[in-house]
């Protein structure tokens, strides 16, 4: 069965940094192109930054751009998302999601496998 697995997230102060990651069984994300996406409360799921299988040509959103880094670590099978100087709007359920075309942005449906999600709170 194929599964992805995000951790790292948690409680952070406003400024404070996490790094996410990514990891799957059953499959892996060197051949696939990754997706960070989050949810916050009562608001609909919205795009962080993609790493593209091909070239891994990363894209990021406008409010990521700068303070998220995307990246991925084909020897420990992995993509992680490095995220400093958080803000309280920062909050959220973050996925990782996997595509197996190229891709240019983090758009939902273009992702066919879905993790659970790791909560991140950004809060004094």
């Known amino acids: 069965q194929l599964q992805l697995v995000e951790s790292g997230g948690g409680l952070v102060q406003p400024g404070g940094s996490l790094r996410l990651s990514c990891e799957a069984s059953?499959?892996?994300?060197?051949?696939?192109?990754i997706g960070w996406l989050r949810q916050a409360p009562g608001k609909e799921r919205e795009g962080v930054a993609s790493?593209?299988?091909?070239?891994?040509?990363?894209f990021y959103v406008d409010f990521a751009k700068g303070r998220f880094t995307i990246s991925r670590d084909n020897a420990n099978h992995a993509v992680y998302l490095q995220m400093n100087s958080l803000k309280p709007e920062d909050t959220g359920v973050y996925y990782c999601a996997a595509a197996p075309q190229p891709t240019v942005a983090p758009i939902s449906e273009w992702y066919r496998y879905w993790g659970q999600g790791t909560q991140v709170t950004v809060s004094s």
């Open positions: 059953g499959f892996t994300l060197n051949y696939y192109s």
């Open positions: 790493i593209s299988r091909r070239d891994d040509i990363t």
